[in-house]
């Protein structure tokens, strides 16, 4: 059993992949997202203006991130998340991850 459980998460690993979100002017790119178990996201503030990542549901709070800073973070388990930048969101600045 113990083989099992070690060789399931091993396999988890192994496959695991990162993706990029950009914080572009007012929005991510892209918008929507669907990845799977322990996949990774990569948030990275791509402009001169300061953007930050808030997902309540989630617990999820970055930091304010100025030009090129990143964030990650990575998903174990299936959900999804509905984010977005607390400083941009009245102008449509948010998202969502769909883990599956």
Not at 3 to 22: D, Y
């Amino acid at each position: 059993m113990k083989w099992l459980i070690l060789f399931s998460i091993f396999s988890l690993n192994l496959n695991a992949k990162t993706f990029t979100v950009e914080m572009s002017l007012n929005r991510f790119i892209p918008q929507n997202l669907t990845i799977k178990r322990g996949d990774t996201v990569t948030f990275v503030n791509k402009t001169n203006v300061v953007h930050n990542v808030v997902s309540p549901e989630f617990q999820l709070r970055s930091k304010y991130m100025r030009k090129g800073d990143k964030y990650s973070i990575t998903f174990k388990d299936e959900m999804q998340v509905k984010y977005y930048c607390e400083l941009h969101k009245n102008m449509g600045m948010e998202g969502t991850i769909e883990v599956i």
